[in-house]
């Protein structure tokens, strides 16, 4: 479960949490061999993350009227694939690092999957006495070893009605801190709805709208208890941002109603690691690493939507389903007026 929670979280606090000690020695055979590896383990779920932090930002593309309100709570979730699972690792592209046993390139785990067999490697480092050296390390598993196939993500959102068919709405997690996790997400949309721009409005059974969003996410991890590797201020930072640009379509019934749509999500997440770092083999001690390296990943996928919503009084109950690069599902409890 801790790892679940940091993996929704921070995907990068994850690997180093879980793999600490191979961190130090990656870090010894060189800092762009440990980026590349932790760029391409944790794209893929970064990259869930972002399409599960995008599902559910409206529900009917009937927008509210002057002064009507929704208050939502929504739980979202990312399926994995099992091509998000692995990646593959070529020695060819690194300067340190060789396979123990096949072939120079091979299939592992991503931060979402599981190498089963376990998966060795030997890294090359230059200790500064007895010159150069090799060590052989256990490549990291992802979140598959634990049977977790799901990327979580929930918060509170409002919708609020203006005029001429516009229609407001923000999104946020409120700023959790424990000991070593801080996080908090917020974001904004603006839905407008083209058939209230038309004479016979009130008399047509379907409504069209568009909408565009924006969503941040900020987290941090401090690394201080479980990296392993003396320093000070050591931490890792996450910076993300989304954006969604959406069609929707939907039926205008009193108690039932069904909705879909065509979406683009494009988005960036940063994470950097921070912090000094020396690392040791036994009373040596390298020259200090400070801020080793940032990884980043992107999105562009056109996304399809099917969803549909009950409402009965000021009570209303909506789930949808996503079909994109990740997968998504989403369910809100809604109370809203008018």
Do not use: C
């Not at 559910?56 to 998000?84: C, M, Q, R, Y």
Request: hydrophobic share 40%; glycine share 8%; charged share 20%.
């Amino acid at each position: 479960m801790k790892k679940l929670t940091l993996l929704a979280l921070l995907f990068l606090a994850t690997t180093v949490s879980k793999a600490q000690s191979d961190i130090d020695v990656l870090l010894a055979a060189g800092v762009d061999d440990a980026q590349r590896f932790a760029n391409d383990y944790l794209a893929p779920g970064t990259n869930g993350l972002m399409h599960s932090m995008n599902a559910n930002w409206f529900n009917t593309a009937d927008v509210k009227p002057l002064g009507g309100f929704e208050i939502s709570i929504i739980v979202n979730a990312s399926s994995v694939k099992d091509e998000n699972k692995m990646f593959n690792l070529n020695t060819a592209d690194y300067n340190n690092i060789q396979f123990v046993q096949g072939p120079s390139s091979q299939m592992v785990s991503t931060a979402l999957g599981d190498n089963d067999p376990t998966v060795f490697v030997e890294v090359e480092y230059e200790d500064p006495i007895f010159g150069n050296q090799t060590e052989q390390i256990e490549l990291p598993d992802g979140i598959g070893s634990e049977n977790i196939s799901l990327l979580p993500t929930a918060y509170i959102q409002g919708a609020l009605g203006l005029s001429k068919g516009i229609e407001i709405k923000a999104r946020f997690v409120p700023k959790i801190k424990t000991d070593d996790v801080s996080l908090s997400m917020y974001g904004a949309g603006l839905q407008m709805e083209f058939t209230k721009w038309l004479p016979a409005d009130k008399l047509l059974p379907v409504a069209i709208s568009g909408l565009v969003a924006y969503t941040h996410l900020d987290g941090s991890y401090d690394l201080t208890d479980s990296s392993g590797i003396q320093g000070e201020n050591q931490r890792i930072e996450n910076d993300t941002n989304t954006w969604l640009f959406q069609l929707i379509a939907s039926t205008k019934m009193p108690v039932i109603n069904f909705y879909g749509g065509l979406g683009y999500i494009k988005g960036k997440s940063d994470s950097d690691l921070l912090g000094t770092y020396r690392v040791t083999n036994g009373i040596l001690t390298s020259d200090p690493i400070v801020d080793p390296f940032s990884v980043s990943s992107e999105v562009s996928s056109v996304r399809g939507t099917l969803g549909t919503k009950l409402k009965l009084g000021f009570f209303r109950l909506n789930a949808e389903y996503h079909l994109s690069e990740f997968n998504a599902f989403s369910v809100g409890v809604n109370f809203g007026f008018r």
